[in-house]
């Protein structure tokens, strides 16, 4: 499993920038990593819990990634690195039976021009997988992307943006 390390639990306060949040740590405020550009408005919210990954000592200003928001009936990975690793994970245990026909995952595969995260084979069929990290909670509902789109309407509106799952 991927968290199997223990995590630190803290309290978000704010986010200055894109990749930096402030959260308590025990009555201590922290700078920590966050490792996702989106907005994140309706994850991180002043006084929700959160939950830190420990980075390697020294290497880098941040001692802490914030890879986890807890909300009201579930834990949430903002940390958009970690979504093709768990897919992967996901995959090689059995927890996806709609792909079960395929016996072969590969990583971070070109198709045509484009780099994509996941390649699953069986047989003489293929099929190209690219994840993300929910960015966007409405009504419980998990979306992406995050952020308003002029040429196209709201995520709400178009159901290939809804994961399946309930937060």
């Known amino acids: 499993m991927l968290h199997a390390r223990p995590m630190t639990r803290a309290t978000f306060i704010s ?28 994850l991180l919210m002043p006084g929700r819990t959160v939950y830190l990954d420990e980075a390697a ?4 200003r941040t001692h802490y990634t914030l890879s986890l928001v807890q909300m009201p009936s579930a834990l949430v990975s903002i940390d958009s690195r970690l ?21 072969n995952l590969r990583r971070e595969v070109t198709y045509s021009d484009i780099r994509l995260d996941l390649m699953l084979s069986g047989g003489d069929t293929s099929c190209y997988i690219e994840t993300k990290c929910s960015t966007r909670v ?7 992307p995050d952020a308003p ?3 196209r309407p709201a995520p709400s509106a178009r159901s290939d943006s809804r994961a ?4």
Not at 138 to 144: E, H, I, L, S, Y
């Open 15 to 42: 986010r200055p920038n894109r990749f930096i949040a402030v959260v308590d740590i025990n009555g201590v405020k922290t700078d920590v990593h966050v490792a996702n550009s989106g907005r994140l408005r309706e």
């Open 57 to 60: 000592a020294g290497s880098r």
């Open 83 to 103: 979504a093709s690793s768990l897919a992967a994970e996901a995959f090689n245990t059995g927890a996806f039976p709609r792909f079960s026909a395929f016996q």
């Open 138 to 144: 409405r009504d419980g509902v998990a979306m992406f």
């Open 149 to 151: 789109d002029c040429q």
């Open 164 to 167: 399946q799952g309930r937060l």
